[in-house]
């Protein structure tokens, strides 16, 4: 019997998923993409546009566990960080809050207030579609850059664990994001007790509405839709961090609200969120459709005003901008 999809994603729109197979141990996730090598692996659905159509084939990645720092791709990422963290592990404190699997950090290599968890991965282990192994890949085998890897490139790879390097103590890493710092009153680059890092990190993000909570609306979304650009020159007034590509990031948000999109615009059930630009929200109702007319809406709009062509974060299954 058909499933339905869309519950099981932050965005809550897809349709349904002709066969679902929920594996809650590693064996039985090698084993289902074995038997179905072009399924669909969805993991907490937090970063992901389903199409209204539906999927043939999904595989729900389930499985669960810690084992020294080595942690299974179903376990929930944020539980992970609070569990790391209790146990005396710092590193990842920054990146609190945000949602989906730890099996999913690797492939978006997710970062936020001035971290990427590229940073503290020891190394991935993957099931190789092609190959049709189990294969242990190093920091540097999995091609991290900004929020992207070698598993986002390509769908060759299934992640089933990831092994962190952390190390033990109580202060945090070096604060490296001003609005983090201000908050906690340090100066930037210095750092802080590892656990209110963490509590200032989630009260940010809830107050941007990236933080999942059935009381904010604005939450039901995959977080920011499009990635800070990188370009040769920032546009005059522009927020800008140099790259080590050698070029700039700018700010995304700034491009958007530049370029006539202020909070909450969008009349229909999608629209941007009313805290800020960043996210594309599911205001009930909408569909796959819904949402990526809003993105390519915001994003045309960028592109005809400062010539800067924005790129979407979360994958967008059966369909592109």
Not at 280 to 303: F, I
Request: glycine content about 10%; overall charge negative; some cysteine.
């Amino acid at each position: 019997m058909p499933t339905p999809l869309a519950p099981l994603t932050t965005l809550r729109v897809g349709g349904p998923a002709e066969e679902l197979w929920e594996c809650t141990t590693e064996a039985a996730l090698v084993e289902a993409v074995r038997e179905a090598p072009d399924a669909l692996v969805l993991g907490g659905g937090s970063n992901v546009v389903l199409p209204d159509d539906g999927v043939p084939q999904v595989v729900l990645v389930r499985n669960r566990g810690l084992q020294k720092l080595t942690v299974q791709a179903g376990e929930d990422w944020d539980a992970f960080v609070a569990a790391s963290l209790a146990e005396g592990y710092v590193g990842l404190e920054a990146l609190s809050g945000i949602p989906g699997t730890v099996g999913a950090s690797p492939i978006q290599n997710i970062g936020a207030y001035g971290a990427e968890v590229a940073g503290c991965i020891r190394s991935v282990r993957a099931y190789d579609r092609v190959a049709r192994t189990v294969a242990e890949l190093t920091a540097a085998d999995c091609g991290f850059s900004y929020r992207t890897s070698a598993f986002k490139a390509v769908r060759r790879w299934v992640v089933l664990a990831v092994t962190f390097d952390l190390v033990r103590g109580t202060q945090s890493a070096p604060v490296r994001y001003a609005e983090l710092a201000g908050l906690l009153d340090v100066p930037l680059g210095s750092s802080a007790p590892a656990d209110e890092v963490r509590a200032a990190v989630l009260e940010l993000r809830a107050g941007k509405g990236m933080v999942l909570s059935p009381d904010d609306p604005d939450s039901v979304s995959v977080g920011s839709f499009f990635t800070n650009p990188l370009v040769r020159e920032a546009p005059a007034g522009a927020p800008s961090w140099p790259d080590p590509s050698g070029r700039v990031k700018v700010s995304e948000a700034w491009l958007i609200e530049q370029s006539g999109f202020p909070k909450g615009w969008g009349s229909g059930p999608a629209g941007l969120s009313t805290k800020h630009t960043l996210a594309v929200v599911n205001r009930g109702g909408a569909t796959a459709a819904d949402v990526l007319a809003c993105a390519r809406e915001v994003r045309s709009g960028v592109q005809q005003r400062f010539g800067i062509t924005l790129e979407n974060e979360p994958l967008i299954v059966g369909d592109s901008l």
